[in-house]
T-cell receptor, first 112, second 116 residues
Framework: GNSVTQMEGPVTLSEEAFLTINCTYTATGYPSLFWYVQYPGEGLQLLLKATKADDKGSNKGFEATYRKETTSFHLEKGSVQVSDSAVYFCALISPSNYQLIWGAGTKLIIKP | EAGVAQSPRYKIIEKRQSVAFWCNPISGHATLYWYQQILGQGPKLLIQFQNNGVVDDSQLPKDRFSAERLKGVDSTLKIQPAKLEDSAVYLC??????????????FGPGTRLTVL
């Protein structure tokens, strides 16, 4: 079946460090891929998305590239800020039933 | 444009009591979702509506949970009677297209339910 696996957290980094949060998926067909972010006390917000292979989604300095050959959609940012501290969820929309399938989330802590 | 609205933001009840949550989706969005998010996990879909019809409620515990979307706009999710394991954040989301599309889902702030 369809599933999303992301790296366990928490991930703790210093301000201005490089960030990678790994995400891999299993799906039949060609899913759309998403990163959502959940700031403390807030709801889920769409961070970026990609709908086909080799697409790169980007927003707020974050990027992720849809890699079909490695079934991955890793989230990266060149220089993180304290305000990036949040929980990040990788997700896919299954092309078979159009349900949103979620990873377990990765908590990111940025220290000044 | 206004986002997805939910109320209340927090609710504490005793087990076996009943509770109701309300959601107002983004104006014009055809599809509405209710999710349950247990601490440390990703959201779990409970029910999906297209306009005022149910598209998918396969993961809704129908012995205690019910939901409706009268007139195809606002929606209410009810739990009766509540159990301890229902403690979670209940998220409402909406998307503009019809069910069966890969539209982006937009989420409300959620209702944090604590069952004692």
């Amino acid at each position: 079946g369809n599933s999303v696996t992301q790296m366990e957290g928490p991930v703790t980094l210093s301000e201005e460090a490089f960030l990678t949060i790994n995400c891999t998926y299993t799906a039949t067909g060609y899913p759309s891929l998403f990163w959502y972010v959940q700031y403390p006390g807030e709801g889920l917000q769409l961070l970026l998305k990609a709908t086909k292979a080799d697409d790169k989604g980007s927003n707020k300095g974050f990027e992720a590239t849809y890699r079909k050959e490695t079934t991955s959609f890793h989230l990266e940012k060149g220089s993180v800020q304290v305000s990036d501290s949040a929980v990040y969820f990788c997700a896919l929309i299954s092309p078979s039933n159009y349900q949103l399938i979620w990873g377990a989330g990765t908590k990111l802590i940025i220290k000044p | 444009e206004a986002g997805v609205a939910q109320s209340p933001r927090y609710k504490i009840i005793e087990k076996r009591q009943s509770v109701a949550f309300w959601c107002n989706p983004i104006s014009g969005h055809a599809t509405l979702y209710w999710y349950q998010q247990i601490l440390g996990q990703g959201p779990k879909l409970l029910i999906q509506f297209q306009n005022n019809g149910v598209v998918d409620d396969s993961q809704l515990p129908k012995d205690r949970f019910s939901a409706e979307r009268l007139k195809g706009v606002d929606s209410t999710l009810k739990i009766q009677p509540a159990k301890l394991e229902d403690s979670a954040v209940y998220l409402c989301a909406s998307s503009p297209g019809l069910a069966g599309s890969a539209d982006t889902q937009y989420f409300g702030p959620g209702t944090r339910l604590t069952v004692l």
